[in-house]
């Protein structure tokens, strides 16, 4: 494998979230797009800054965490998911350092119940206020950032309001356990995300995430530089709608320290029935339609198959057999 340089010079950019008055038609809107567009042409990603997840609500998301992967093996195999990744995925001779679970339809209050009470029969209050009061807030920035990226392409509103209501989200919460040997290891292989966006946010400033430059030869660290730190990552999903606009991040999880790494991400994914494809704004004679519309979970579960399988080539291999 062709192993390639981290450069600790090269970094993502910030976008700063925290501001009250972020709302559509404002100038400092215009000014924050155009920023959110310019990062996810040039990276496919950048960290934002959102304060609305407080300090205390992180900490809480990371106790939930622990509480979660330190329940015993049997118990957390009661989350299961035909499809895969969805359920829970202990400690797999491919990443042996990985742990995780997801959560379906993480804002919704039934479902989170119903995930809690699988794996804490008599209750436990606050996990399910905990992830709710993450997905929420989460949420809240996910759409923001892709109503801003839609209208950046000039995208008309209504196709976004309808955009917005036809996805869900899926949380995962994410153990990377530390390793006594100096040398690295890896945490989750490169790969991109298969859904619109994803935001995720760790416990702390270690390393761990690293995105791959467009040029295809350098990893840059995603280190979090503030408390209020998220990465956001465009998916493949996004690269579909925006018609090739923007590339999905290449990404991966390294470990090289002793400390357990948490994360915990935010997936904005399609509804099943929903058929995927740019709208005709998108579509013109220098950005001809690479992709013929399509269904989220076939595409899906055709990426879990086979190699590659979380890549640009498997979404441009599974188009092009529909044809
Ligand atoms: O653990 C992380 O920070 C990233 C995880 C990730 O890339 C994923 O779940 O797709
Ligand atoms: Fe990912």
Do not use: P
């Given at each position: 494998m062709m192993s390639l340089e981290t450069k600790p010079a090269l970094q993502l950019p910030v976008i700063d979230f925290t501001s009250r008055d972020l709302k559509p038609g404002t100038v400092e809107w215009e000014s924050v797009r155009g920023d959110v567009r310019r990062a996810?042409?040039?990276?496919?990603?950048?960290?934002?800054?959102?304060?609305?997840?407080?300090?205390?609500?992180?900490?809480?998301?990371?106790?939930a965490s622990e509480d979660l992967f330190g329940l015993p093996?049997?118990?957390?195999?009661?989350?299961?998911?035909?499809?895969?990744?969805?359920g829970y995925v202990g400690q797999n001779p491919t990443t042996p350092l990985y742990e995780g679970v997801g959560i379906d339809v993480a804002d919704n209050e039934e479902q989170v119940k119903a995930f809690t009470q699988k794996l804490w029969p008599q209750g436990n209050m606050s996990f399910s206020e905990t992830v709710l009061s993450f997905t929420k807030h989460v949420s809240e920035l996910?759409?923001?950032?892709?109503?801003m990226v839609m209208e950046s392409f000039g995208i008309d509103e209504n196709y976004v309001d309808k955009h917005l209501k036809s996805t869900k989200c899926l949380m995962r919460m994410m153990k990377y356990r530390g390793v006594d040997e100096t040398e690295e290891e890896l945490g989750m292989e490169a790969?991109?995300?298969?859904?619109?966006?994803?935001?995720?946010?760790?416990?702390?400033?270690?390393?761990?995430?690293?995105?791959?430059?467009?040029?295809?030869?350098?990893?840059i660290k995603a280190n979090p530089s503030q408390d209020s730190s998220f990465l956001v990552i465009g998916g493949s999903i996004l690269h579909v709608l925006l018609n090739g606009r923007v590339q999905p991040a290449v990404h991966r999880v390294v470990?090289?320290?002793?400390?357990?790494?948490?994360?915990?991400g935010h997936f904005s994914m399609p509804n099943t029935e929903e058929l995927i494809y740019a709208p005709d704004e998108m579509v013109d004679a220098a950005f001809p339609r690479l992709f013929n519309p399509f269904g989220f979970e076939a595409y899906y579960k055709f990426t879990c198959e086979g190699s590659g399988r979380r890549d640009l080539s498997a979404l441009k291999t599974y188009c092009s057999l529909l044809k």
């Open positions: 996810l042409e040039e990276y496919g990603c950048f960290e934002a800054l959102f304060d609305k997840v407080t300090v205390e609500l992180r900490k809480a998301v990371f106790e093996i049997e118990t957390k195999q009661r989350i299961v998911s035909d499809v895969k990744y969805r996910d759409f923001k950032i892709r109503r790969h991109t995300d298969r859904n619109v966006l994803t935001i995720v946010c760790q416990n702390d400033v270690i390393d761990g995430l690293e995105v791959k430059t467009k040029d295809g030869r350098h990893w470990r090289m320290g002793t400390e357990t790494r948490y994360s915990a």
